[in-house]
């Protein structure tokens, strides 16, 4: 275990559906990041938020809305999305963005399955 | 910008022999370097990470790697795989200005076999 955790750990919705992931984590850190990783792909960096604040969106469509209420929460809502949204979604942490050395923490993941 | 190169999709050893996944890097300035492991149906978990000082970093589960700077490498080793260790590997890379921002391979499949 990490001390970051997802939920739900697989999902499958429709296009019109309306969803949300959840991570939290219980590693006392300030910054939280939502990866896209599909097969044969990089990891893709989605949004970065540090002390709550977002400071990272990196051309993600607007279908996918990040929150974050608190340095221990994240969500991912997602709503209309298309098939080619079909990957693992994952949450990490980290102490800060602003030190480059530091380690990030994964949780599992989210599989998500767009039908 | 920043990239990673790991230029085997799968690297295949023999339980007891020695592994090598290899890991190339592009970076303005000084890197910093990570290797990840993610194991079925799991998240990445952090093996260990090159900042400054020693080339050879010694991590997690008997990994290493070695930076080198004049070939731009980071190369992930282990004396003895053991089955276990089968798993996709991720070498990334964060520069030392603005803001971490990790950049991620493509990952690498390591198979041991019995």
């Known amino acids: 275990e990490t001390g970051v955790t997802q939920t739900p750990r697989h999902l499958v919705m429709g296009m019109t559906n309306k969803k949300s992931l959840k991570c939290e984590q219980h590693?006392?850190?300030?910054?939280m990041y939502w990866y896209k990783q599909s097969a044969k792909k990089p990891l893709e960096l989605m949004f970065v938020?540090?002390?709550?604040?977002?400071?990272e969106n990196n051309s993600v469509p607007s279908r996918f809305s990040p929150e974050c209420p608190n340095s221990s929460h994240l969500f991912l809502h997602l709503h209309t999305l298309q098939p080619e949204d079909s990957a693992l979604y994952l949450c990490?942490?980290?102490?800060?963005?602003?030190?480059?050395?530091?380690?990030?923490?994964f949780g599992p993941g989210t599989r998500l399955l767009v039908l | 910008a920043q990239s990673v190169a790991q230029p085997e999709d799968q690297v295949n050893v023999a339980e007891g022999n020695p592994l090598t996944v290899k890991c190339t890097y592009s970076?303005?300035?000084?890197?910093?370097l990570f290797w990840y492991v993610q194991y079925p149906n799991r998240g990445l978990q952090f093996l260990l990470k090159?900042?400054?000082?020693?080339?050879l970093v010694k991590g997690s589960y008997g990994f290493e790697a070695e930076f080198n700077k004049s070939q731009t490498s980071f190369h992930l080793k282990k004396p003895s795989a053991l089955v276990s260790d089968s798993a996709l590997y991720f070498c990334?890379?964060?520069?030392?200005?603005?803001?971490?921002?990790?950049?991620f391979g493509t990952g690498t499949r390591l198979l041991v076999s019995p």
């Open positions: 938020y540090n002390f709550k604040e977002q400071t």
């Open positions: 590693l006392g850190h300030n910054a």
């Open positions: 970076v303005s300035g000084n890197p910093y």
């Open positions: 990334a890379v964060s520069p030392n200005t603005g803001f971490q921002k990790l950049v």
């Open positions: 090159y900042i400054t000082g020693d080339n």
């Open positions: 990490a942490s980290s102490q800060e963005t602003g030190g480059f050395q530091e380690t990030q923490y």
